[in-house]
């Protein structure tokens, strides 16, 4: 089993920047990816950034060159650096953790980007 919290979702202007966290717990080795899917009201949910644990990084056309995810290999923690948001980000980001069995996700955090 493997649990995901979240945090660092909220409120900021166009232009702005958020830093999304997600942390896991629980038994998993091998390969896997984590990453982050987000969902904007009457949408799909689509991926967006995603890092693998051999550390290869891929990103939404929608983001390239205004994010980046990272990890911290020793908190077990893969982060989501937002900048110059606009208002077409706004959605609940989910993390999840894929394995070769399943897929777990976190609780969802919401982004809203208005003036």
């Known amino acids: 089993q493997v649990q995901l919290v979240e945090s660092g979702g909220g409120l900021v202007q166009p232009g702005g920047s958020l830093r999304l966290s997600c942390a896991a717990s629980g038994s998993f080795s091998g390969i896997y990816s984590m990453g982050w899917y987000r969902q904007a009201p009457g949408k799909q949910r689509e991926l967006v950034a995603t890092?693998?644990?051999?550390?290869?990084?891929n990103y939404a056309d929608s983001v390239k060159g205004r994010w980046t995810i990272s990890r911290d290999n020793a908190k077990n923690t893969v982060y989501l650096q937002m900048n110059s948001l606009k208002p077409e980000d706004t959605a609940v980001y989910y993390c999840y953790f894929r394995n070769t069995l399943r897929t777990y996700w976190g609780q969802g955090t919401q982004v809203t980007v208005s003036s």
């Open positions: 890092i693998t644990s051999g550390g290869i990084t």
